[in-house]
């Protein structure tokens, strides 16, 4: 019951008062069947790693566009890539404009065709473009 107050308080402090917790019957059962999408090669900076990725997006063609904190870049990742390509940071830790510093999110935003990057360390939220962009604005 104690484990259940501290998940419920955890929740409650993410989503509200209002955010119902799912009822899971105790007899569930789950079936293993998770894929790799990303990654999976241990932890480091070549492009088939990744090093404490964060916030994701996915895109409608199914590609995949992480986070990479550790790394401090953004990779992305096609629908049965093996490996990733840095489409934004991948220059070192720092806070220049093609630079990163310990980035948490990343969306994609069609109508720019850029990437909006919630870039932590430097406290900043930034616009990547997408085609051949070198640096952030």
């Known amino acids: 019951m104690e484990l259940e107050k501290r998940i419920f308080s955890h929740w409650e402090t993410f989503y ?37 990725p964060h916030g994701l997006y996915m895109d409608d063609d199914q590609t995949v ?11 992305e990742w096609k629908c049965g890539a093996t490996s990733g390509k840095v489409v934004a940071g991948g220059n070192g830790k720092g806070n220049q404009i093609d630079q990163l510093n310990h980035p948490t999110d990343v969306i994609a935003d069609k109508e720019t065709d850029s990437l909006i990057i919630c870039d932590n360390g430097n406290r900043r939220v930034i616009r990547w473009p997408r085609q051949s962009g070198t640096s952030g604005e």
């Open 65 to 75: 566009l992480v986070a990479d904190y550790g790394n401090h870049r953004i990779v």
């Open 16 to 52: 509200g008062k209002w955010a119902a917790l799912p009822n899971i019957p105790v007899n569930a059962r789950w079936t293993r069947n998770a894929v790799t999408i990303a990654g999976g090669y241990g932890r480091g900076n070549a492009f088939n790693q990744l090093c404490l």
